[in-house]
């Protein structure tokens, strides 16, 4: 196969093709980008034949920033008969290796929730056809995917279970808790999800633990580690919700986040501050050069161009500065479903 077919937020469609040219080409792999602005995913053509597979095969899908899900196919299938769509989809489907799990997908984009009815109906005789004509086994490590570009085109193609986004579309579908100060809270949800393996949260993120919340009110992120039974020093000139005060597990704090130090170390950082990514880059450098916290996750707000580059280059002055000071370090980018203008950081040291 030697089309990488990548979901993307829309408007972010540049960023994912920069960013996919990139670790093709540092893999020897070489091809081009189409990209469509606002179309919600990158179509990453590869001049060698099985050139997608090699890419998803040789690279690792939570190095990619802006890419929320990936799958290799043979190109796009147009012309599907609105009467039977589902012959040509499976006799696509035989040409592919078998798969253990379907899932039908939409790009994120408004045209795109259109066709989720479509979407929708044809998965039970899909499914059963597939069946039928043993495109299922149930211990192939693959996926298969299905997008539909409109009524009568579609991308189908297979993905790695393992290296690729658990969500369909890499869309995290979490649901509001009530007693969240602010919707806010998913982002911090999203990131745990996303760079904390389910089976580490007990310890990773156990009860017990302090944190460090800077940017904090009204106090969604905040909620979140409370509700994991941890203590947090919540940073913010603005006001937090009263109830988490109420707790016993939260120390609000009126001052400027950027100068915050904590008396005694923390496992936590985390920082919502909307500020340049150069001043948060600057300020995550020193918290883990002073050995103040042991994880962080954090936002960059990107700005108007050169969106990939920046983070790119904030990445590196992470990395080069905490490994000059002796760090070893585990650093990671998404932009995550709840993320706009914005990516999310990871950072570990050891
Ligand atoms: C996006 S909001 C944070 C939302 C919060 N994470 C939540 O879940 O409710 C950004 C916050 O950063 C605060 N802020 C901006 N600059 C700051 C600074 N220099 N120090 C501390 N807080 C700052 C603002 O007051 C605002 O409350």
Redesign the pocket.
Known sequence: MNHLFLHCRAGFEKECAAEISDIAAGLGIYGYSKTKDNSAYVLFITHEPDGAENIIRMSGFRQLIFTRQWFACAGLIDNLPVTDRVTPLCEAAAALPKTSELIIETVDTNEGKELSGLSKKIVAPLEKALRAQQSFFAKSPLRLHLVFISGTQAYIGVSPIANSSQWPMGIARLRLPKE??????L??EEAWHHFIPADEWDIRLASGMRAV????????????LVQRGMYVEA????PM?KSLLETGQVLHIL??????EPKKPVHWL?C????KPARVTSMIIRWFTKKHCREAIF?LKLPMKQRYVEVKKCEERIRAELEKAGFKLDIQFKQLYHDREEVTGYLRVY
Do not use: C, H, M
């Open positions: 969240a100060p602010s919707r806010a809270t982002k911090l919340d800077l940017g904090a009110a009204p106090g969604g992120w905040t909620w979140q940073v913010d000139n603005g919700e001052t400027d986040g950027f100068l915050y985390v919502d501050i909307v500020d936002n």
